[in-house]
């Protein structure tokens, strides 16, 4: 059963824009956060940023002041929006929903290439 589908990712030059859509099915009840996370090759998955349902948001020092998260609470979808984009952004990212009792679901992933 799909939960949550991600769209958007794709090849980049330095400099770029990406916008990334998260789509959560409405079997997801109570969404408190939705979040952003990414995992490149031989690391672990970091959170890029997530928005919670009173508004507070939080980013990766490493992104801050280029990607922005928002919210459309109605219809359970998450966006990032990407700009200038470094090689060192290059990863699968994962959309993540978090319900009121701290349960996870995520996305299947969606790949992010900037080439230099």
């Known amino acids: 059963q799909v939960q949550l589908v991600e769209s958007g990712g794709g090849l980049v030059q330095v400099g770029g824009s990406l916008r990334l859509s998260c789509a959560a099915s409405k079997t997801i009840f109570s969404i408190n956060a939705m979040g952003w996370y990414r995992q490149a090759p031989g690391k672990q998955r970091e959170l890029v940023a997530q928005?919670?349902?009173?508004?507070?948001?939080n980013y990766a020092d490493s992104v801050k002041g280029r990607f922005t998260i928002s919210r459309d609470a109605d219809n359970n979808t998450a966006f990032l929006q990407m700009n200038s984009l470094k090689p060192e952004d290059t990863a699968v990212y994962y959309c993540?929903?978090?319900?009121?009792?701290?349960?996870?679901?995520w996305g299947q992933g969606t790949q992010v290439t900037v080439s230099s």
């Open positions: 993540d929903a978090r319900t009121w009792i701290q349960q996870d679901y």
């Open positions: 928005i919670h349902s009173g508004g507070r948001i």
